[in-house]
């Protein structure tokens, strides 16, 4: 059996449907945008393996970072302990977070730095004595598949069967273009009641929901809110954090600041598991006390890991280098001038960007991963040597940021051909992808 039967008999893939799906596409190697099939087919990682990926997959200096901690302290238990890596890494966190940020909270993914985050607004109202424990959220919003970060997302098929064992939340519409005002109404309707203890966002982007975008004016605007009603804010930066909006955090965008911050993802740069959860002092003042039932009871067997603290202290270097920052600016200009050139055709509603975030939204099907759309374009991705993972009749492509003008050339043709796709029209063979190697 070759890889991918092999897989099929011992495997159970996340968000699949195992009766009917193909075989999975087994990936040997990957070099800067690129991953390398079993069959010696190349694929572009256009998707950056699910928003994960900042520098290119098998990146020297990671390896080379990670090889030398893995030789030193691979692991430590972290209640009692501690070590260089994860100390380094918390102040250097630190120094590029939010202003206003002062601990850091480790964890192991995107979806339990949002469960951490919820409780220590939560513990924060219970350790003061006020009787605060409602969480607002937008009512298209993702923040994780654990049961807390369930609950502060949007209702769907996803989350169905346990709807009854997820905790009442707040939602109010998302303020996108021309529905400003009244979702500004929904959270001022939701503050006046005194009992919110957090609002919960992804800012500027939802990312599951479609790509879905708003304004750094009137999150700002919703910050202020918050903060005028005592209501502690948390920016769910797990998919935004580390250059994907064009600057280090969406957040930098607003003159109001979060209390707390949840990171994950490009953390590591893609190359190992870690989550983070920072928080300000006021928050991590009031567990300070006496009273140890007053302790933020929560961990991980593999908090603080010093190989994934080494990963992230080495793709942070890399981060702050001028050659990534200059191409961030450079994937920004070249989807600006892709949208000019997609925008107006037949079958396009919309296209829109964020920073190195590209979405095109096209006017048949539904945003569903149960759409038919989905699927076809899916597969026209993949004949054509790119990874897109649409969401629904949503195309969106979050590149690592080494990728090549060749390799967004690729991508954005990948794309155009989808036209035909939409249409109905039969799409041509995978062209030839010897220059992709360049």
């Known amino acids: 059996m070759n890889l991918a039967e092999r897989d099929q008999h011992t495997i159970w893939h996340p ?33 950056a393996s699910w928003w994960v990926n900042l520098h290119g997959h098998a990146h020297p200096y990671i390896a080379q970072k990670v090889s030398e901690q893995l030789s030193t302290l691979e692991h430590v238990i972290f209640a009692g302990f501690t070590h260089p890596a994860a100390v380094t890494f918390a102040e250097r966190l630190l120094q590029i977070l939010p202003q206003g940020q002062s601990r850091i909270f480790y964890s192991d993914n995107g979806s339990t730095a949002v469960e951490v985050a919820m409780k220590m607004a939560i513990q924060y109202w219970n350790n003061l004595g006020i009787p605060k424990k409602k969480i607002i959220a937008f009512r298209d919003s993702y923040h994780g598949d654990t049961f807390g ?38 959270l001022e309707a939701f503050a006046a009641t005194g009992d919110v203890a957090a609002f919960i966002y992804e800012p500027l982007v939802l990312g599951t929901a479609g790509m879905v975008m708003y304004t750094p004016e009137v999150l700002n605007q919703m910050l202020k809110i918050c903060r005028s009603h005592d209501i502690l804010t948390i920016a769910d930066e797990v998919m935004t954090g580390f250059g994907r909006t064009g600057r280090l955090f969406a957040s930098e965008y607003l003159p109001e600041q979060p209390d707390m911050v949840c990171l994950s993802k490009g953390l590591t740069g893609g190359t190992m598991a870690l989550g983070a959860t920072s928080c300000n002092e006021k928050i991590y003042e009031a567990f300070l006390h006496d009273d140890k039932s007053k302790t933020l009871f929560h961990g991980h067997s593999y908090t603080a890991n010093p190989v994934a603290c080494a990963a992230g202290l080495a793709s942070m270097d890399l ?81 690592p940021y080494c990728i090549t003008d060749a390799q967004l050339d690729q991508v954005y043709k990948t794309i155009h051909g989808m036209q035909e796709v939409v249409t109905g029209q039969r799409h041509h063979p995978r062209p030839d992808l010897d220059m992709l190697h360049d």
């Open 149 to 186: 970060a369930m609950s502060v997302s949007a209702r769907s098929a996803f989350t169905a069967p346990f709807w009854s064992y997820l905790f009442e939340v707040a939602f109010i519409d998302v303020p996108t273009a021309g529905n400003e005002e009244e979702s500004i109404k929904q």
């Open 319 to 399: 981060l702050l280098t001028e050659e990534t920052q200059q191409s961030i600016k450079h994937i920004e200009a070249r989807h600006a001038a892709f949208i000019q050139s997609i925008k107006d055709l037949p079958q396009v509603k919309e296209a829109r960007q964020c920073g190195t975030i590209l979405a095109v939204e096209f006017e048949d099907g539904g945003t569903s991963y149960f759409s038919d759309l989905r699927d076809t374009l899916y597969s026209f991705g993949l004949d054509h040597g790119v990874i897109l993972r649409p969401l629904g009749n949503i195309i969106y492509v979050i590149p």
């Open 15 to 47: 968000y699949t449907q195992m009766k009917t799906a193909a075989l999975p596409i087994p990936i040997v190697r990957g070099e800067g945008a690129l991953l390398f099939a079993e069959d010696g087919t190349t694929y572009i990682d256009a998707v």
